[in-house]
């Protein structure tokens, strides 16, 4: 696992070889496939940016999501991003805040001002309805 994510890497970046974003990719895929963190979160960020990948958000929140599940708090805050924007996923500003709620908790530097923006912003029924959610986010993740 870890070396195909190392040769997704090497060809993304063609360092030795010429750079191939097919390659790449086809590497990354078959790392994330067997849950390695790094390369599903580079996956996701490929996916959201468009980057060797056409843009696609719903492969984007698929791959953070699987990061944000295994612990990753760069995926967990980007999974509240894609439910704050609606892309990928419809908007859900609660389901948002739960994210981010989790995603500060586990150490993030921007996540703490996304929490307290929506927690401003949003209805006392939507900010509990995210704290509740970010409870079961807490008890699924052990996080």
């Given at each position: 696992?870890?070396?195909?994510?190392?040769?997704?890497?090497?060809?993304?970046?063609?360092?030795?070889?010429?750079?191939?974003?097919?390659?790449?990719?086809?590497?990354?895929?078959?790392?994330?496939?067997?849950?390695?963190?790094?390369?599903?979160?580079?996956?996701?960020?490929?996916?959201?940016?468009?980057?060797?990948?056409?843009?696609?958000?719903?492969?984007?929140m698929?791959?953070?999501?699987?990061?944000?599940?295994?612990?990753?708090?760069?995926?967990?805050?980007?999974?509240?991003?894609?439910?704050?924007?609606?892309?990928?996923v419809?908007?859900?500003?609660?389901?948002?805040?739960?994210?981010?709620?989790?995603?500060?908790?586990?150490?993030?530097?921007?996540?703490?001002?996304?929490?307290?923006?929506?927690?401003?912003?949003?209805?006392?029924?939507?900010?509990?309805?995210?704290?509740?959610?970010?409870?079961?986010?807490?008890?699924?993740?052990?996080?």
């Amino acid at each position: 696992m870890i070396a195909q994510y190392n040769l997704g890497c090497i060809y993304a970046e063609g360092d030795g070889v010429p750079r191939n974003s097919v390659e790449a990719v086809k590497w990354f895929v078959k790392a994330a496939e067997q849950g390695d963190i790094d390369a599903q979160y580079n996956l996701a960020v490929m996916y959201d940016d468009g980057t060797r990948v056409e843009q696609d958000y719903v492969q984007a929140m698929h791959w953070y999501r699987q990061a944000a599940e295994q612990g990753d708090v760069d995926g967990q805050f980007s999974v509240g991003v894609m439910y704050q924007l609606g892309e990928g996923v419809m908007a859900d500003q609660a389901t948002a805040y739960a994210w981010f709620s989790l995603a500060a908790n586990n150490g993030h530097s921007e996540a703490d001002e996304k929490v307290t923006g929506l927690q401003e912003q949003l209805s006392e029924e939507d900010l509990a309805k995210g704290k509740t959610l970010h409870s079961e986010l807490v008890e699924r993740y052990g996080m």
